[in-house]
């Protein structure tokens, strides 16, 4: 993978892993993470901040995500930037911004 276009985290999934099949027999599954950092605000408060990341996967990898990984689960990804648009039901155009995961690690004992 080219580190032109490189994203690496580890986080938290925050729903059930969502499939969907192509008539042509592939796979993709999409999910959210969750991933904390934190930071000491001027009050000397410690503040946590939380970002979240839509994941999508594809074949293999998508099959991996559909058997193993429930909401909650920790994991780490390695995947590239990716962005598309779409009209909703109301005509609106919307952007998404996901992240194509290219590898994964599943951690913790969730």
Do not use: C
Request: no cysteine.
């Amino acid at each position: 993978m080219s580190l032109r276009n490189k994203v690496t985290l580890i986080g938290h999934t925050g729903k059930e892993v969502e499939v969907f099949n192509f008539e042509n027999g592939n796979k993709k599954a999409t999910v959210t993470l969750a991933t904390n950092d934190f930071y000491i605000n001027a009050a000397g408060e410690r503040v946590e901040d939380t970002q979240w990341h839509n994941l999508v996967a594809f074949g293999k990898t998508a099959d991996v995500l559909e058997k193993y990984v429930p909401k909650g689960k920790e994991i780490a990804i390695e995947g590239k930037l990716t962005y598309r648009s779409y009209d909703d039901k109301d005509g609106t155009k919307r952007f998404l911004t996901e992240i194509r995961i290219e590898e994964m690690v599943l951690l913790g004992n969730k």
